[in-house]
């Protein structure tokens, strides 16, 4: 089974401007014979008829049949350009994958989840499941029904078991941001920083003596290089939010692990086993 690869780019900062233009955009076809959505000239057209101000990523490349890289065959000619806010759009079947570094609300990727949505189409991963993903109680509730170890947790205002790990959970908050206390001080100016001066509740973690904070990309569920110990988990939370590109954050203990969150993935810190991973996906490759 192929994927059928639609694949645009643009900065999150650009949505609403781009929404109609999209549905008017023309449209090429590869030398495989597939349609490729043009909302904006392509970067070699004469500069005179390209619009500017809006930096794009847009290519289609079909599979290769070069050795494999990290068990993944490259793709012909070049791979996607993995450039930062690029997304990426991807059919297999009668299903659109939307690929980005973050899904947050109000984001680019977003509005494209919620577009297809409007159309009538399928698309993974949904608009509802990326709005529970970063939102860490739901997140670790969504997790945990689905048999995932979590860390205990609470919501509060002020109070927190120490050692602890915090999280903000206002509107301007992001997972990407946890902070590890140990004492009352620095829980205190912490608790105040994540909480606007005690305008929003935060969330806490119990962060065990001895523990450490695992990170592990899962790319459509798959995961790449030195994260055996999580993989099973990997599949599962794809199997429940459908994102193809996002970071686990664990709390290791021992040989124990415990989902504290999971956050947006910069494709400037993918290993060179996940780039092989998600290039090939992004290919229209088919995987043995």
């Known amino acids: 089974m192929r994927w059928q ?12 401007s781009l929404m109609n233009e ?6 090429t076809l590869d ?25 794009t990523v847009q290519q289609t490349v079909s599979p290769s049949g070069k050795e494999k890289k990290n068990g993944y065959k490259p793709p012909a000619k070049r791979e996607h350009a993995l450039v930062k806010d690029a997304l990426f759009v991807i059919k297999r079947d009668d299903t659109h994958h939307v690929i980005s570094e973050n899904y947050y609300y109000k984001t680019e990727p977003y509005y494209t989840i919620l577009r297809h949505e409007l159309e009538g189409k399928r698309v993974e991963p949904s608009s ?19 048999g995932i170890p979590v860390c205990e947790w609470g919501i509060s205002q002020a109070y927190v078991p120490l050692p602890a790990l915090l999280y903000g959970l206002n509107y301007f908050s992001t ?16 608790i105040k920083h ?10 806490f973690q119990k962060y065990p003596e001895g523990s450490e904070i695992y990170t592990c990309t899962t790319i459509f569920g798959r995961t790449a290089g030195a ?13 429940i939010f459908r994102i193809p ?22 494709y400037a810190h993918l290993s060179e086993g996940e780039r092989a991973l998600l290039s090939a996906y992004l290919a229209n490759q088919e995987f043995l």
């Open 31 to 55: 030398r495989d014979g597939i349609s490729v959505a043009s909302p904006v000239a392509p970067p070699h057209d004469p500069p005179a008829t390209r619009k500017t101000g809006l930096p």
């Open 227 to 239: 994260c055996t110990p999580v993989a099973d988990y990997a599949e599962k939370i794809y199997e």
């Open 245 to 266: 590109l996002v970071t686990m954050v664990f709390v290791a203990n021992g040989a124990s692990f415990a989902l504290s969150s999971l956050s947006p993935t910069r």
């Open 175 to 190: 997972t990407l941001d946890y902070f590890i206390v140990n004492d009352n001080d620095k829980a205190k100016d912490v």
């Open 22 to 27: 999209r549905q008017e955009g023309t449209k």
């Open 5 to 16: 690869g639609i694949v645009s780019g643009t900065p999150a900062g650009w949505t609403d």
């Open 128 to 146: 509802s499941a990326v709005l529970d993903a970063y939102v860490i109680p739901i997140c670790l509730s969504r997790a945990s029904l689905a």
């Open 194 to 203: 994540i909480t606007n001066n005690g305008k929003y509740p935060f969330c």
